[in-house]
């Protein structure tokens, strides 16, 4: 079955970089765009990145634009989110979607000092 597995959230101080990845089976991976969403307590889910099934266009959020980086290994099967420069308004829990509906578990990104 379809299973989406994100992973290197965690905590980390104003200015500071993570890269989270998201593991992917069950599906032809390099037939589909890929994306990053987050969700921020009391706050709507939102799209943060997309990638195109062969990785030649990506489209940002204007609130990460210059900052955060989608990325993806196709032979792999994973999707990555570098993400520089972070910012309190950053933390969230990131979710890995993709392109027909279905949804990681998320990972915990904790902006603070």
């Known amino acids: 079955q379809v299973q989406l597995v994100e992973s290197g959230g965690g905590l980390v101080q104003p200015g500071g970089s993570l890269r989270l990845s998201c593991a992917a089976s069950?599906?032809?991976?390099?037939?589909?765009?890929m994306s990053w969403y987050r969700q921020a307590p009391g706050k709507e889910r939102e799209l943060v990145a997309r990638?195109?099934?062969?990785?030649?266009?990506?489209n940002y959020a204007d609130s990460v634009k210059g900052r955060f980086t989608i990325s993806r290994d196709n032979p792999k099967n994973m999707v990555y989110l570098q993400m520089n420069s972070l910012k309190s308004e950053d933390t969230a829990v990131y979710y890995c979607?993709?392109?027909?509906?279905?949804w990681g578990q998320g990972t915990q990104v904790t902006v603070s000092s």
């Open positions: 979607k993709v392109e027909f509906g279905r």
């Open positions: 069950g599906f032809t991976f390099r037939d589909y765009a």
């Open positions: 990638i195109s099934r062969l990785g030649t266009t990506r």
